[in-house]
Nanobody, 124 residues
Framework: QVQLVESGGGLVQAGGSLRLSCVASGRTLDMYTMGWFRQTPGKEREFVATANWSAGGTYYGDPVKGRFIISRDNAKNTMYLQMNSLKPEDTAVYYC?????????????????WGQGTQVTVSS
């Protein structure tokens, strides 16, 4: 199995940028479909982005399309979420996740492993 640890969250002003990292250990990222989700208090965990670099393909949730980019560094076995043009509504705890499947998916129930989350706060 794989262990996931997120970092890179923090406080940023609206319009700014942050890059989240998700370090994977135990297995290589290529073995999984990877995803980013976010959650605010009282709401369900929301899909942000997904990618599978072996099979090919990325997909983004509508609220972040054109602003966020999912990527990876093979040598570091690390996935990233570059977040640009941040808005106050992007404030949430962000989680990375891994799914034992080759097809990308937006469904959180399809993901088998989760990190502990990192807080992102965007001030207006």
């Amino acid at each position: 199995q794989v262990q996931l640890v997120e970092s890179g969250g923090g406080l940023v002003q609206a319009g700014g940028s942050l890059r989240l990292s998700c370090v994977a250990s135990g297995r290589t990222l290529d073995m999984y479909t990877m995803g980013w989700f976010r959650q605010t208090p009282g709401k369900e965990r929301e899909f942000v982005a997904t990618a599978n670099w072996s099979a090919g393909g990325t997909y983004y949730g509508d609220p972040v399309k054109g602003r966020f980019i999912i990527s990876r560094d093979n040598a570091k076995n690390t996935m990233y979420l570059q977040m640009n043009s941040l808005k106050p509504e992007d404030t949430a705890v962000y989680y990375c996740a891994a799914a034992r499947r080759s097809a990308i998916t937006t469904s959180r129930s399809q993901y088998d492993y989760w990190g502990q989350g990192t807080q992102v706060t965007v001030s207006s």
